[in-house]
């Protein structure tokens, strides 16, 4: 059995923490390591993360300034001692009791560096509500240049794949996780799976959609991210946002 660390990044985040430490200290997976990373919260944050450590003595609690999200995320990585990385975003939480263990046994039978699959958007409120479905499939190679990738909180990968490529580019703002994908699933000597099941709930409302301002933002990261690590140009940005629509389809 393979270690596994995840990865939550908090910041006055106790109105969601509690379903989202949920999700992950009821996994039937024995072997975690679970880091949380806060930006020296000022809320109830650290409080309720206290709580559960008590009863679960593998939480790792690191509170400090940080430059944003994917600072603490790069922290979490390089504190990892765990064989695969995961994240877990603290208004997000796993599908399931069980999805981690799924997601190691595809990873270990299939000889794989990472395995990543569906993500459903979820209401604030009403976490069984379904706003939309990032269904995803088969890893091609090809598809990076249509604009595809996996839903970054479903991809789980083993920690040599953080040790080869590095972490998140702190130029990028709001498009780090895509940027770093792209780095990522274009290394033809990786081999990555895909596992047909929900493995994350998203909140709606994330920082890269909650305003037209942040839509545009994003679009000029993603645009650079592709010319920069070369998997594309113009069409693919567009196939790459023009692709959501039907994310309120499938639901």
Known sequence: ????SIITATYNSASSLNSCLDSVV????KDLEYIIIDGKSFDDTLNIVRDYQKKYPYIKLISEKDSGIYDALNKGVQLATGDVLGFVHSDDLLANNHIVTDLVNQLQNEQLDGVYGDLQYVDKVDLNKVIRLWKSCDFKSSLLKKGWMPAHPTLFLKKEVYQKHGIFDLNYKIAADYDFMLRVLKDKTLKFGYLSKVITKMRVGGAS???????????KEDYRAILSNQVGGIFSILRKNTSKIKQFILK
Do not use: A, E, H
């Open 1 to 4: 059995m393979c270690k596994v």
């Open 26 to 29: 009821k996994q039937n997976y």
């Open 209 to 219: 959609n909650r305003s037209l301002k942040n839509i545009i933002q994003k679009t």
